[in-house]
């Protein structure tokens, strides 16, 4: 998800048009032997927006098997994203099909046609899936209960603001938003009933800045972490990333 290559792509056709950008959706698809090939589709029509003037979103394409011709390698229409309303059809039987080798990625715009190809081969064709959209955007997937805060938290920043756990524009807007990810969002979840173990105006009354070496900080530390069974370590470092960006 966090892969430096598609983040740096990400970042050339997304950072353009939004602060911070997230994951919009995390897909494992497998095409077994004898299935035919998907429908030709745009990723971006989830969005009613029509010629929106930048890209919303971008696909990576992870391949965990060789994909080839015969094995169903994604289709894409090259150029189709110039088509810039849905109802504007580029030829779309001017479909290629993409060969690379297991490991390998392919990139692919929001409004870029394409589908998984018929499977004419005797085995499965595996890939992965993550989309990447403006952070203005609600995500594709609800990434709060497929990665709930005592998970998110294992995760350093830069993985858990993909996830969506950092409002959008928190470095660079003049309103005075939190900046970096928010604690507040990350360690502490919800209890039984639903409700936060403290408010959020409380501790942030109450929180200072203290370093790991603190013996107060340690003993705080645990008792805010307990439920997620990490060593202390752990949850310092990834207290201390939350602070320090605050
Ligand atoms: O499996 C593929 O090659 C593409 C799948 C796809 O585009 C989709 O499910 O939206």
Not at 158 to 181: E, Q, V
Not at 216 to 229: H, V
Request: a negative charge; aromatic letters at 8%.
């Amino acid at each position: 998800m966090d892969h430096d290559l598609a983040l740096a792509v990400a970042d050339e056709i997304l950072l353009p048009h939004c602060a911070t950008y997230t994951l919009g959706s995390m897909t494992a698809i497998e095409i077994m032997s004898g299935e035919s090939g998907q429908a030709l589709h745009r990723d971006d029509s989830l969005y009613p927006l029509e010629n929106p003037g930048m890209e919303l979103l971008m696909g990576a394409m992870w391949a965990l098997d060789d994909f080839t011709v015969e094995n169903g390698g994604t289709r894409v229409v090259p150029r189709s994203h110039r088509f810039l309303r849905s109802w504007h059809l580029p030829d779309v039987t001017k479909w290629e099909s993409t060969v690379m080798p297991k490991g390998s990625v392919l990139f692919y715009l929001g409004s870029t046609w394409h589908g998984g190809g018929a499977n004419n081969s005797e085995g499965s064709r595996m890939g992965l899936i993550n989309t990447y959209s403006l952070g203005w955007l609600r995500q594709k997937s609800n990434q709060y209960l497929d990665t709930p805060p005592d998970v998110a938290i294992q995760f350093g920043p830069r993985m858990r603001a993909l996830l969506g756990y950092m409002p959008h524009g928190s470095g660079d807007d003049r309103i005075g938003t939190f900046r970096g990810d928010c604690p507040a969002w990350v360690d502490t979840p919800p209890n039984r009933h639903g409700e936060r173990s403290e408010g959020r105006l409380d501790r942030q009354k109450t929180r200072t800045r203290r370093t790991a070496s603190d013996p107060t900080y340690q003993t705080d530390l645990r008792a805010r972490y307990r439920y997620t069974g990490q060593d202390t370590a752990t949850i310092a470092t990834a207290y201390t990333a939350v602070s320090l960006s605050t």
